[in-house]
């Protein structure tokens, strides 16, 4: 992609179509999130990191030979594909590990400041993707929306919780830091498959290395839920709707397709009441509507 054409991708609004790719991903993430939990009794997080990325490289060459892309192809983005591949591990170690010191409720704000980080970070590294006043109130609005969803974090208790707090925000600036380097990189011209690849390939030496520090292991077989949990995590959340992000990231505003994340967390709360009976709230109700407002005032025509 020439820099005439990031230009032109940077600024462009977001098509009913894209808009409709991006419900199904952060419906598919808030279910990653219910995933995740069911399988966590049987398969440590840093371990289900691994196997996944692991696991999720035979599906995606599938993939790559259905639609006929060549993803081994010397094009000039080896290092791009690196750093992109060490940040996407960055961001799930920190996570991860985050979890054992605070908890999902802090983490979950902490790492969704990410869409402010991309919203900073494009004005400087992506010409012609930023924002005006009317869209940067709409992103505190679906901000606001998710500090009523989870609760405005009270000051830590104590240093491990600082530190598990820290960390998310790490995981949010890791995950912000991909995004970027996808769209202001030779990685905006090659196809989303081989980005993937990048991101699979230098993740899971790193998550494995980061399971065998902190010593996890699974003592038993893992149970048919988990399993399964474990199969919808790698066959369509890794191995499909990652590569669906990275092409969007490609085509549209890297802010404006950021801001629709903050319905992911939302839509975890509801799986949690549809599949763990998890309660819901009125604020639950008020939270979805500011999220909503934001997204819409972010991507109204200028």
């Known amino acids: 992609m020439s820099s005439d054409e990031m230009n032109a991708s940077a600024g462009r609004p977001l098509s009913p179509g894209a808009v409709a790719w991006m419900l199904m991903l952060c419906l598919s993430w808030g279910f990653n999130q219910i995933a995740v939990k069911l399988a966590l009794p049987d398969i440590p997080p840093l371990l289900q990191g691994t196997i996944r990325s692991i696991a999720a490289l035979p599906v995606l060459l599938l993939i790559a030979r259905f639609r006929g892309v060549n993803i081994f192809a010397r094009d000039g983005t080896l290092y791009a594909g690196l750093c992109a591949g060490v ?21 979950v704000l902490f790492l969704y400041l990410a869409p402010f980080f991309v919203v900073i970070g494009s004005r400087w590294l992506v010409p012609g993707d930023h924002f005006s006043p009317s869209q940067w109130l ?26 598990g ?6 995981a949010g600036a890791a995950w912000a830091a991909t995004t970027l ?8 011209r090659v196809s989303a498959e081989k980005t993937l690849l990048y991101q699979l390939v230098v993740s899971a030496p790193l998550l494995g290395a980061g399971a065998l ?3 996890e292991r699974m003592d038993a077989f893992p149970s048919a839920v988990a399993i399964g949990a474990f199969a919808y995590q790698t ?38 009441h549809l599949v763990l009976n998890e309660p819901l709230t009125l604020a639950f109700a008020l939270a979805v509507a500011l999220v909503a407002a934001g997204i819409v005032l972010v991507n109204w025509p200028r």
Do not use: C
């Open 165 to 170: 707090d820290i960390m998310f925000v790490g």
């Open 181 to 188: 380097v996808i769209k202001a990189s030779a990685l905006n």
């Open 213 to 215: 520090i902190f010593g």
């Open 138 to 163: 709409g992103l505190l609005l679906s901000f606001a929306g998710i500090v009523i969803a989870f609760g405005l974090p009270t000051p830590a208790t104590d240093p491990h919780q600082l530190l």
């Open 87 to 107: 940040l996407f591990g960055i961001e799930f170690v920190l996570i991860y590990r985050g979890l054992v010191w605070t908890t999902a409720t802090r983490g």
């Open 235 to 272: 066959i369509w959340v890794v191995s499909v709707t990652f590569a669906v992000w990275f092409a969007l990231i490609v085509r549209y505003s890297a802010a404006r397709l950021s801001v629709f994340t903050f319905l992911a967390p939302l839509f975890g709360v509801a799986a949690g």
